[in-house]
């Protein structure tokens, strides 16, 4: 998503609502143990299990759990290792959808993919055939009430970020791939608390949906995807109009 529309803050509240069911709980330790695999279980040394980590914390996840996951992805556990795969589909109107994982059975994984997509009106596509159609970018949020609109935008900018948008809930900073872990460091140096850091594919174009019953069918492969056990993220190019939303939530 674009994260500019209606649909944005609804993606938000549905995070502090999983938050609570412990889904984003799922997500986090699945994060936690790749990063631990690729750079080592010390968060001091491995800027990325850091921020796993901090991005766990700030949804309020265990330390054992979190300590549990450093563990398997480092292997202390056993077990199967854990493997990152993007899945790539089409839902209801040709909508793009691009699917992050990390999970211990590709097998199962995969067959999952294509029994998801297929009850809910769409096709897994082959690698390459959606991906083109999205920006791989560098993510950062902090919490609106942390720094006002414009000295955000200040200090990000300095930072070297590429653009800045806020709403009203969060400061949302979109960076070049390889910028991430620079503008992010630069912004804690600057004494700025975040919430999230991470990579993001950004659609290139928008598909506008004011079918109500198309919208409703895509939310719910959206849905579907998201909830998924092994899931990281789900990205899509759809936008929903303002009319097709205020219907949906009468």
């Known amino acids: 998503m674009a994260g500019h529309n209606k649909w944005s803050k609804v993606k938000h509240i549905k995070a502090r609502v999983d938050a609570i069911k412990g889904k984003v709980f799922s997500k986090c330790a699945h994060e936690i143990a790749l990063a631990a ?16 980590v901090d991005n766990a914390k700030a949804v309020s996840m265990p330390r054992e759990n979190i300590e549990r996951a450093i ?26 959808f691009l699917v992050e994982m990390a999970t211990d059975n590709l097998n199962r994984a995969a067959a999952d993919m294509r029994t998801i997509f297929s009850k809910n009106g769409g096709s897994v596509a082959t ?8 920006d791989r970018r560098g993510e950062i949020r902090l919490a609106a009430s942390a720094i006002d609109d414009d000295r ?45 850091e991470k990579m993001v594919s950004l659609p290139q174009n928008l598909s506008v949906v004011s079918d109500v019953d198309t919208a409703r069918q895509i939310l719910k492969l959206h849905d579907v995807l998201d909830d998924y056990a092994d899931t990281l993220n789900v990205f899509t190019n759809f936008e929903v109009t303002d009319e097709a939303l205020e219907q949906l939530s009468a």
């Open 71 to 96: 563990k398997k992805g480092t292997g202390e556990l056993g077990g199967d290792a854990i493997q990152e795969v993007t899945y790539e589909g089409y839902g209801p109107a040709g909508i793009a």
């Open 127 to 134: 690698p390459g055939s959606v991906s083109y159609q999205f």
């Open 152 to 196: 955000i935008m200040e200090a990000a900018i300095e930072a070297g970020a590429d653009d800045v948008h806020s709403d009203g809930e969060e400061h949302i900073i979109h960076t070049a791939a390889n910028e991430l872990g620079t503008v992010a460091n630069a912004l804690r140096s600057a004494g700025l608390s975040l919430v999230s």
């Open 37 to 52: 695999r690729a750079g080592g279980g010390d968060p001091g040394m491995n800027a990325r299990l850091r921020t796993a």
